[in-house]
DNA sequence: ATGGTAGCAAAGCTA
């Protein structure tokens, strides 16, 4: 059984103690990690190995940046979008580690629908179809886990009216870009352990905003998705959110998301 | 409620 782990930590270098104690609570074997907001010179590398991982990232000054943190070695690194060679922002990271294929992936934000920031969303997600086509007819397990940016379902939101109103996360456009992922085969492996038609399962959120005491209100969303090919969901044994992280001492604004896999 | 908070990096951008 191994556990595959996903966090937008909102800065690695400023999260560092939170991080190790999550780790130590939670000691996934895989990490996938966004906004880690530094290259490569600055990455917190010792702390990270003296913890027991292996490191792959894709790091970008200020902005943006995802990493690999594995205990096993991996193998087959892939550095950013293949079917998006022009995109100058660190936002995927793609490797081979115990038997499974593994990306973190973080999806741009969009700022405001009709804005260019959003054209820029929707430009990353049809890249992001593309290549997840061309992994699934390798027909194995594969996990493409990240910071969507999305919520895919009105349950996924405090506030019904935002997916009315068309606001950023909640649009239509975003949530048909995501079920073209779910249509081609992926399956959201965090509701698959928890559907939202179960009362005891809303109200689930990996993110809210600093801003207005959105967390002590629980007013989140669901943005981070674990996306299981057919082969890993077979595999898939729990899953879940640690939204007690956002109650440390500065915290990042996402929590982590998990699985646990048969492997 | 077009402000509220946080991080980077050193003023404004991004989220």
New binding site residues.
């Given amino acids: 059984m191994i556990t595959v782990a996903t966090w937008n930590v909102?800065?690695l270098?400023?999260r560092l103690e939170p991080f190790k104690k999550w780790i130590n609570e939670r000691d996934p074997d895989v990490i996938l990690l966004q906004e880690i907001?530094c290259q490569e010179e600055h990455f917190p590398r010792e702390e990270i190995e003296d913890l027991g991982y292996n490191i792959s990232l894709l790091g970008q000054?200020?902005?943006n940046g995802v990493a690999i943190l594995s205990k096993s070695p991996v193998e087959d690194v892939v550095y950013g979008l293949p079917s998006f060679q022009e995109d100058e922002q660190a936002r995927y990271i793609e490797a081979f580690v115990n038997g499974v294929r593994v990306a973190s992936v973080y999806v741009?934000?969009g700022?405001e629908v009709g804005s260019d920031?959003f054209a820029y969303k929707m430009a990353f997600l049809k890249a992001l179809q593309a290549h997840g086509n061309d992994l699934l007819k390798q027909n194995e397990p594969l996990v493409i886990a990240g910071d969507y940016n999305i919520a895919p379902f009105i349950s996924d939101g405090h506030s019904p009216e935002r997916f009315k109103e068309d606001r950023i996360l909640c649009s239509l456009q975003e949530r048909e870009a995501l079920r073209t992922l779910y249509n081609s085969g992926f399956i959201d492996g965090f509701r698959l352990k928890h559907p939202s038609f179960l009362p005891k399962n809303q109200g689930l959120f990996s993110w809210w905003d600093?801003?207005?005491g959105s967390y002590q209100n629980n007013k989140g969303y669901l943005i981070d998705h674990f996306l299981l090919s057919p082969k890993a969901a077979d595999l898939l044994q729990d899953a879940g959110i640690d939204p007690e992280t956002r109650s440390e001492e500065?915290p990042s604004d996402h929590a982590p998301v998990w699985v646990k896999l048969a492997i």
Avoid: G, I
């Fill in positions: 909102n800065s270098r400023t907001k000054k200020s902005y741009p934000n700022q920031k600093y801003r207005s500065r």
